[in-house]
Nanobody, 123 residues
């Protein structure tokens, strides 16, 4: 099993930055892709970014240039740096571990999920 715990969420003003962390426990962490997803009230969970075990990344087209995903395998931790935040970025952000070493934008690829951390962008 893999346990994931997100942290770093909170309230930030539009245009601000926030860095989310996802601490993982489990022997398979370094060989699996990981991803970030988010879900706003009344909406479906949507893909944000994923990072393969090799470090290769994929981003949602609408978020390219503002968000950066990274991982530190030695610390079993994944990060999401969010810059130039907008009100529409407000959502619960979830980290997840994939079934494979490479990630995709599809929810079914991910089998372990954290409980989420709230990000609120408001003035």
């Amino acid at each position: 099993q893999v346990q994931l715990v997100e942290s770093g969420g909170g309230l930030v003003q539009p245009g601000g930055s926030l860095r989310l962390s996802c601490a993982a426990s489990g022997r398979a962490f370094s060989t699996k892709a990981m991803g970030w997803f988010r879900q706003a009230p009344g909406k479906e969970r949507e893909f944000v970014a994923t990072i393969a075990w090799t470090g290769s990344t994929i981003y949602a087209d609408s978020l390219k240039g503002r968000f950066t995903i990274s991982r530190d395998n030695a610390k079993n931790t994944m990060y999401l740096q969010m810059n130039s935040l907008k009100s529409e970025d407000t959502a619960v952000y979830y980290c997840a571990t994939a079934r494979t070493g490479w990630g995709t934008q599809d929810l079914y690829v991910y089998n372990y999920w954290g409980q989420g951390t709230q990000v609120t962008v408001s003035s």
